[in-house]
C-alpha cells in the first residue's frame, strides 16, 4: 500500500516557495539549519522546531563530485554566501548546522565536508546520511529511500523506523550529462543545460533512459534480500516524468516520487539538526 505523501509534499511545497521567492516564514523558537553539498547543487535549508520550513537559498554547484569535495575553497565559499543571503533575510546569526554525505564514503571524505560547513561559519550539530535525510521528510518508517544526486546514487532501507542498511555508487545525473553531451556531439555545459530544459524532456529522456535503469540495477542489487514493499525517488536527477516508470518496470517494486525532489534530501538534513 503506498505511503500517504500528502503532509510531506506540502512541507516540499512550502519550502520551495520561500527558496524561489527568496523570501522567509514568520517563526518563533530556535532555527534549524542545514547543508547539502551536492554534486549539482548547494543548499541551506532552515526550518523551525516543528520541522517548518522557514527559509533557504540555493547555488549551482561544480565543488563537489561523487560526494568528495573537489574545490575546498570555492565550497567554503559558496555555503558562507549561501549563509549570509539567509541571515540578512532573516535578521539573525545562523550558529549550528547539519550536513549530509551520501552512504558508504570514507571517514577522511566525511571530515572534509564537516570541515567545509565550520570554514563557512557554522558548528556542525550533526552528520546524516543523504537518502536517510530524505526518509525524515517522506516521514517513511518501512521501505526504501532512493537519493540520485549528480554523482551518486544512494539508498537507505527502513524497517519500524530505523535504518537496517545503506549503500551507494557513482551513477548520477552527472552521468546522465555525459551521455547525453556524448549524443549530440556537445560540450557538457550545454548538455547540462538541455537536461535541464523541461521542454526537451521528450527527447531528452530516451537518450538517458539507460543511465536510469543502470540506476534500477544498482538499486536492485541492493535490496535483494530485504522485504522492501515500496520504493521512494529523490534527488535532483530523478525529476524526469518517467523516471519512477522506469524504476518500477525494471525492478518490479512500486515506486513513487515526492513532489520537489530535488529539494527533499536538503529539508531533511535541517530538519536532523541538533539544536
Known amino acids: 500500500m503506498e505511503f500517504d505523501l500528502t503532509k510531506c509534499n ?42 517548518r520550513p522557514i527559509a533557504g537559498a540555493m547555488h549551482n554547484s561544480t565543488v563537489v563530485r561523487d560526494g568528495i569535495v573537489v574545490d575546498y575553497i570555492g565550497a567554503c565559499k559558496a555555503v558562507e554566501i549561501l549563509k549570509c543571503q539567509v541571515e540578512q533575510m532573516l535578521g539573525v546569526t545562523l550558529q549550528t548546522a547539519a550536513t549530509a554525505i551520501p552512504p558508504g564514503i570514507i571517514d577522511g571524505n566525511v571530515k572534509v565536508i564537516a570541515n567545509v560547513v565550520e570554514a563557512a561559519g557554522f558548528q556542525v550539530t550533526n552528520i546524516i546520511d543523504e537518502p536517510t535525510a530524505a526518509a525524515t521528510v517522506i516521514g517513511l518508517k518501512d521501505g526504501a529511500v532512493v537519493d540520485v544526486g549528480g554523482g551518486t546514487t544512494g539508498i537507505s532501507i527502513l524497517k519500524d523506523g530505523k535504518v537496517i542498511y545503506t549503500n551507494d555508487e557513482a551513477t548520477g545525473g552527472t552521468h546522465m550529462t555525459l551521455v547525453l553531451a556524448g549524443f549530440n556531439k556537445s560540450t557538457i555545459e550545454e548538455a547540462e543545460s538541455l537536461k535541464k530544459d523541461h521542454f526537451q524532456e521528450k527527447d531528452i529522456f530516451p537518450v538517458v533512459k539507460p543511465v536510469v535503469e543502470k540506476m534500477a540495477s544498482i ?22 516524468s518517467d523516471f519512477e516508470k522506469v524504476f518500477e518496470k525494471f525492478i518490479g517494486i512500486p515506486t513513487v516520487k ?8 536538503p529539508l531533511g538534513i535541517a530538519m536532523n539538526s541538533i539544536i
Request: proline share 4%; net charge negative.
Open 258 to 265: 515526492p513532489i520537489e525532489p530535488l529539494l527533499v534530501t
Open 10 to 51: 506540502e512541507l516540499l511545497d512550502e519550502f520551495a516557495r520561500v527558496v524561489r521567492n527568496k523570501t522567509f516564514n514568520p517563526y518563533v523558537g530556535k532555527l534549524k539549519c542545514g547543508v547539502d553539498l551536492g554534486t549539482a547543487n548547494i543548499v541551506l535549508s532552515v526550518v523551525d522546531e516543528q520541522n
Open 219 to 240: 538499486i536492485k542489487n541492493y535490496i535483494d534480500g530485504f522485504d522492501v514493499k515500496q520504493i521512494y525517488v529523490v534527488g535532483g536527477a530523478c525529476c524526469f
